[in-house]
């Protein structure tokens, strides 16, 4: 069978092409999907009326190793359409008119807020001395968000004088992790704190003596691997799928008090740095008073 990435869709398109046994398997994956995932093969096996060898002969032959295989692949998938079909298709802030202004406006406020709420003190302070006095910041984000929040982050530490690197492949993530020392800082940046290659690459920079800042979910894998963790909030979960996330303005507004703190810890060392960008610049265009001296 051709496999794409959608088990079910899969199934569907090829059924045609099935024997009459994996036909029967498909039938019942289809009809019963929650079936394959919550019990056991022997129990599918019964409940179609074929034999476990048969079951198995049936997941290799749609791409996986096994039966676990398949009901772990199953699983995510059935989850990705539960979080599709249980959102609402209106948001009811968004009122008789229609206006959307004030829903995204209250997430991006809420979020915020949040993240003001969870935001550790002390953790927030650790983290600003390690970023000032180490030798080098790397940083790490994958996916959609975390990723272009690391080119944020060392957006804002570079013009201040850290020297700073970012990686989105988790390639280079993992390579990078293994050449630092305990001289260097590793920010990790991740919605959910949880993909592989960041733990990883957490427990690789550990192993060299490099100590860590996540900003990302304080009870995620990463959160409690990093020696200091700067809350993400998920924040609301049952919203329209086409609302944006809210989440990278909680990762922006943590970079930004990261940012803030370390300028004023770096002091001159800063302010000069930052009036060296702003001289050059002002070579490709004229002098504009209300241009912020970050920028």
Known sequence: MKFNLRLLDSIQ?????????????AQLLLSNPSLFTSE??????????????????????????????????????????????????????????????DPLRQGITDIINQSVAALDIQSLEESVK???GCQKLYIYGLGG??????????????????????????????????????????????????????????????????????MAPSASAVGELADY????????????????????YAQMFLIDCLAHRVAIQLGDRAKNTLKKIRSTVTSLHDVVESQPIGD
């Open 130 to 132: 390690l970023i000032k």
């Open 40 to 101: 056991s093969l022997g129990t599918v096996a019964d409940t179609v009326g074929l034999s476990q060898p048969t079951i198995i002969r049936f997941c290799r032959n749609v791409g996986f190793d096994g039966f676990k295989d398949l009901k772990i692949s199953l699983a995510k998938e059935i989850a990705v359409d539960k979080a599709f079909r249980e959102v609402p298709v209106n948001d009811p802030r968004e009122g008789a008119t229609g206006s959307f202004l």
């Open 229 to 248: 963790c700067l809350d993400i909030p998920l924040g609301e979960v049952n919203v329209p799928y086409y609302h944006p996330s809210p989440i990278r």
């Open 145 to 214: 968000s975390s990723s272009a929040m690391a080119l944020e982050a060392q957006n804002r530490f570079f013009r201040l004088g850290v020297s700073c690197e970012h990686h989105s492949d988790c390639y280079v993530q993992r390579m990078t992790a293994a050449i630092t020392t305990d001289k260097d800082a590793v920010l990790i940046i991740s919605s959910t704190g949880e993909p592989r290659p960041l733990i990883d690459c957490l427990e690789i920079a550990r192993q060299r003596g490099c100590r860590t800042i996540a």
């Open 13 to 25: 398109a090829e059924i045609d092409s099935l024997s009459k046994s994996e036909r029967r398997i």
